[in-house]
């Protein structure tokens, strides 16, 4: 069976028989976890594992797992700090600020592969220009090159714990201040401004180090009247041909303000594949799953498919593994040294 284009949630921490049918279904290619999916390291660990053994090839499970303000695991795991403690560093000592991400990187992504989680929606690529609070120091920087320097060693870090990265929110989330879960944000700019700032990072890393990406919920005006995320000119004309971006895009969660005036769950999904993503987020609204699953007709794709199976992770130390390696008590000891107290959660549902 090949994975299908919707990402789903789950409404507790143990999934129901109506889930288990649900994530059978072949529309169905993953699932997206949130806090109340969430108890304890064993309890996330079996609930992975009982997705993960419904299909083969096994669905996607993802989590947003940034630190800081948004992450959604905290009990038995490393509360992580802000990304933007990074950038903090880097222009007066880069190459400490790089080890920094590296290793930040590395931790994030080891220990979720220990529960059995594929991908966390990270790195944000986004530029902080301090006038979006829904982003702030969830971005490494503000200078789009000190962006792309830390972001590549933070992914670089992650792949060492066998998780592919996906940037978001292309082309950029941080010159707007409305926030798009709960409003439609528009940004004046035009294309030619943005390739020299927003998206410099996703131009930088789209090719090597990013296996996925996800649009961001904003109009961009100047370009197209859609948002960037159900925008064929964002998806195909620029991010896959000049930007030759051959991975795979999975919008940002459909339920969110920032889509509804595309029209109700099924045209907000129908919306999002037809303008180029590879798979569509579904969730944070009960009853959705059934509606888009019932009415969407979109065939097979082989290389939908290929971009998505990309984003499996591989490899993982189990978690007494992880927790006696010298890598894991030398990764827990630089981030307590230079961010000792992580903001609270932000609170994303």
């Known amino acids: 069976m090949t994975l299908g284009p919707l990402m789903v949630d789950l409404l ?122 829904v982003i702030g120091d969830r971005a490494f920087h503000r200078d789009p090159k000190a962006v792309t320097d830390i972001a590549r060693a933070y ?48 131009r930088q890393l789209c090719q090597k180090e990013l296996a996925g990406i996800m649009p961001a919920h904003i109009v961009y005006e100047q370009n197209d009247a859609m948002p960037a995320g159900f925008s064929r000119f964002w998806l ?7 930007l030759g971006f051959q991975g795979a895009i999975l919008s940002d969660d459909l339920s969110m303000e920032g889509a509804a005036f595309i029209g109700g769950p099924l045209e907000r999904a129908e919306a999002a594949l037809s303008a180029g993503c590879d798979m569509v987020l579904v969730c944070n609204n009960p009853g959705s799953v059934v509606k888009v699953i019932d009415g969407l007709k979109i065939d097979a794709d082989p290389l939908r498919h290929a971009r998505l199976v990309r984003l499996h992770g591989r490899h993982s130390l189990s978690r007494n593994e992880l927790f006696a390696s010298a890598e894991w008590k030398q990764a827990t000891k630089t981030i307590a040294a230079y961010a000792p107290d992580p903001e609270m959660e932000l609170n994303l549902v």
């Open 12 to 133: 507790g921490t143990k999934l129901s028989p109506e889930e288990q049918d649900i994530l059978q279904h072949p529309l169905v290619g993953g699932v997206i976890l949130f806090s109340r999916n969430f108890e304890s390291a064993e309890q996330i660990t079996a609930l992975c594992q009982d997705i993960h053994k419904l299909r083969e090839p096994h669905l996607l499970i993802s989590v947003d797992h940034e630190g800081g303000r948004v992450q959604r695991f905290r009990q038995d795991f490393t509360r992580l700090p802000p990304v933007g403690a990074i950038g903090k560093d880097y222009m007066q000592h880069p190459e400490r600020a790089l080890d920094r991400a590296e290793q930040t990187g590395w931790l994030m992504a080891a220990e979720l592969r220990a529960v059995g989680v594929d991908f966390s929606f990270a790195p944000v690529l986004d530029l902080d220009y301090g006038v979006s609070e």
């Open 155 to 202: 992914i670089h870090g992650m792949k060492r714990a066998w998780m592919s990265a996906v940037g978001k929110h292309f082309p950029g989330h941080g010159a707007v201040e409305v926030d798009s879960h709960v409003g439609l944000p528009v940004d004046k700019r035009h294309l030619e401004d943005m390739l020299q700032a927003d998206m410099l990072p996703f």
């Open 236 to 242: 195909q004309e620029v991010l896959r041909e000049r």
